[in-house]
């Protein structure tokens, strides 16, 4: 009896283990993919693009993308026929507008970074409220960010009605 008391416990506590597992409802969600999902930060972002800085500065870089080209393509086709004079302005032309765009560049993720900042202090709360109420009508035991998932069946994500249910609350 006393070598079957183990085994009667090992066998018990398997079948509670798997009963368990049984009504454990697994979920993956990406909650910064919801939140600038939403129609809120959508609208942001449309709202930073129609900025005459944000315009401004996106032309300029557009521009100093297209003199880069340019210069590079004009380079390809007479570089063999430059004298070391020409090489030389060619080559400081090229570093003002790799300087000129780079700095644009970084200005442009500025201004994207800090709207990101607004958007997530903005919807954080609401996001994780709508987050909240999801898990429980799921009836979800156990939530997972979908970034520590490897592989996951697409019902099981909620990434897509949590944004939904972000929309709603911000209306």
Do not use: C, H
Request: net charge neutral; aromatic share 4%; charged share 30%.
């Amino acid at each position: 009896m006393r070598k079957l008391k183990p085994v009667l416990f090992f066998v018990l506590a398997s079948l509670m283990t798997g009963s368990a597992l049984a009504e454990t409802k697994i979920a993956v969600v990406d909650l910064g993919a919801a939140i600038f999902s939403s129609e809120v930060a959508q609208k942001r972002q449309s709202e930073l693009q129609a900025q005459s800085e944000y315009a401004a500065l996106q032309a300029k870089y557009d521009s100093t993308a297209a003199d880069l080209n340019a210069l590079q393509k004009e380079a390809e086709s007479k570089r063999l026929t430059w004298s070391q004079d020409e090489a030389a302005e060619f080559q400081k032309r090229m570093e003002y507008l790799r300087a000129d765009i780079e700095l644009t560049a970084r200005k442009l993720e500025g201004e994207v970074r800090n709207l990101q900042n607004r958007i997530i202090k903005e919807l954080q709360p609401k996001a994780q409220e709508a987050l909240e109420e999801l898990v429980k009508q799921e009836n979800v035991t156990l939530l997972l960010r979908s970034e520590a998932v490897l592989l996951a069946e697409p019902q099981i994500n909620l990434t897509g009605k949590l944004t939904e249910r972000l929309n709603q609350k911000t209306k």
